[in-house]
């Protein structure tokens, strides 16, 4: 079994910084691309950043120069830093990872989802 755990999510004034991270644990043989996703009130859920298996990243207008999305392969994890925040990135950060996992009849490559954790951004 494999499962995405998130840490580093929290209360912080507008224009501090946070930095998440996402690790993947369980029978991992390797990780294709992850990403961020936020869910906020009354909102589809939006990509925030992504990043492929050999760093390539891509940012939503939102979060490009505030945010540096890299990735330890070696650790299976993920960090988002975000810098500046301000109250509209208020939302629910979920941890998104396709991973290479034995299954019953081989290898799959499978997409799997965090639980979400919770950055608030007061003004």
């Known amino acids: 079994q494999v499962h995405l755990v998130e840490s580093g999510g929290g209360l912080v004034q507008a224009g501090g910084s946070l930095r998440l991270s996402c690790i993947a644990r369980?029978?991992?043989?390797?990780?294709?691309?992850m990403g961020w996703y936020r869910q906020t009130p009354g909102k589809q859920q939006e990509l925030v950043a992504r990043?492929?298996?050999?760093?390539?990243?891509d940012y939503a207008d939102s979060a490009k120069g505030r945010c540096t999305l890299s990735r330890d392969n070696a650790k299976n994890t993920m960090y988002l830093q975000m810098n500046n925040l301000k109250p509209e990135d208020t939302g629910v950060y979920t941890c998104?990872?396709?991973?290479?996992?034995?299954?019953?009849?081989?290898?799959?490559?499978?997409?799997?989802w965090g639980q979400g954790i919770q950055v608030t951004v007061s003004s």
């Open positions: 998104n990872a396709l991973i290479r996992t034995p299954q019953t009849h081989g290898i799959k490559t499978l997409g799997y």
């Open positions: 369980g029978l991992v043989l390797g990780i294709d691309e």
């Open positions: 990043i492929g298996n050999r760093g390539q990243t």
